[in-house]
T-cell receptor
């Protein structure tokens, strides 16, 4: 099992550009999450999904969009990049619907917006 | 406001020392507390605690939850340089999908 994979590992965007962060998992988890981690801070939930076709906002959804067309994939879209979106982004998945609440994280994408 | 507070925020020890990491929380509808280890990349899951007073153990790491006093500790005995990492504490709430994370505690183990 590859677990949770994310691409790209690093990206530099100019203000106003758009991009999609990719996330995939091969553990057949229905629950998936996107977090951002700013320096010296804990992780903040951006969006989550409880299954294919179902998504919902987390704590800090503004400036982001998601889709979940398959169980495996959960891409995160930034439409108009802003410097405040400079952060490390983590995708996670969970066997939450089987009564297990732990989340398994991907390696992260470091994004810089200048 | 829901919050998770970790202390100390950083700690430097020598190999072989024993360390105790603290995590206190104030959240509504507590469900479980989770510990993660974060090295250079992704947080990796260590423990999940839901019941008070029951110790979870894995090798040199152990953790216990006190639901009355609203805190958990993570113990690492006979520390090794490979234990150097940021340790994250997070709380899961009933009726919510988010994990409330603390800011993390940076542990440095020197040879």
């Amino acid at each position: 099992n590859a677990g949770v994979t994310q691409t790209p590992k690093f990206r530099i965007l100019k203000i106003g550009q758009s991009m999609t962060l990719q996330c995939a998992q091969d553990m057949n988890h229905n629950y998936m999450y996107w977090y951002r981690q700013d320096p010296g801070m804990g992780l903040k939930l951006i969006y989550y999904s409880v299954g294919a076709g179902i998504t919902d906002k987390g704590e800090v959804p503004n400036g982001y969009n998601v889709s979940r067309s398959t169980t495996e994939d959960f891409p995160l879209r930034l439409e108009l990049a802003a410097p405040s979106q400079t952060s490390v982004y983590f995708c996670a998945s969970s066997p939450r619907d089987r009564g297990m609440y732990e989340q398994y994280f991907g390696p992260g994408t470091r994004l810089t917006v200048t | 406001e829901d919050k998770v507070v970790q202390s100390p925020l950083s700690l430097v020890v020598h190999e072989g020392d024993t360390v105790t990491l603290n995590c206190s929380y104030e959240v509504t509808n507590f469900r479980s507390l989770l510990w993660y280890k974060q090295e250079k990349k992704a947080p990796t899951f260590l423990f999940m605690l839901t019941s008070s007073g029951i110790e979870k153990k894995s090798g040199r790491l152990s953790s216990i939850l006190d639901k009355k006093e609203l805190f958990s500790i993570l113990n690492i005995t006979a520390t090794q340089t490979g234990d150097s990492a940021v340790y994250l504490c997070a709380v899961s709430q009933g009726g919510s999908e988010k994990l409330v994370f603390g800011k993390g505690m940076k542990l440095t183990v020197n040879p």
